[in-house]
């Protein structure tokens, strides 16, 4: 098991930056990609970025490339989602996942934390 826990959500206007976290404990991290995805009221579970165990790869929704970076700490069982210029359309509970494999799937992810909500205002 993998127990994932979510932090760093908020409420702040268009093109502010956030700095969302995810803790990991229970099993060896740095053998789990890692991904963050979000979730708008009404909408599905969508892909945001995916980075791998030992963070040499990433991969981005088109919708947020250029402005929302991933990132790892292995030391600290830790990934980071880095978010920039943001956006209205950005609002939506934010989630982190593991998996062994990295993957844009969320249906692959077999860990998932318990979500944060971020508000973008106008």
């Known amino acids: 098991q993998v127990q994932l826990v979510e932090s760093g959500g908020g409420l702040v206007q268009a093109g502010d930056s956030l700095r969302l976290s995810c803790a990991a404990s229970?099993?060896?991290?740095?053998?789990?990609?890692m991904g963050w995805f979000r979730q708008a009221p009404g909408k599905e579970r969508d892909f945001v970025a995916a980075?791998?165990?030992?963070?040499?790869?990433?991969a981005y929704a088109d919708s947020v490339k250029g402005r929302f970076t991933i990132s790892r700490d292995n030391a600290k069982n830790t990934v980071y989602l880095q978010m920039n210029s943001l956006k209205p359309e950005d609002t939506a509970v934010y989630y982190c996942?593991?998996?062994?494999?990295?993957?844009?799937?969320?249906?692959?992810?077999?860990?998932w934390g318990q979500g944060t909500q971020v508000t973008v205002s106008s």
């Open positions: 996942a593991a998996d062994p494999t990295f993957t844009k799937v969320h249906a692959r992810y077999d860990y």
């Open positions: 229970g099993r060896t991290f740095n053998n789990y990609a």
């Open positions: 980075i791998s165990w030992s963070g040499g790869r990433t």
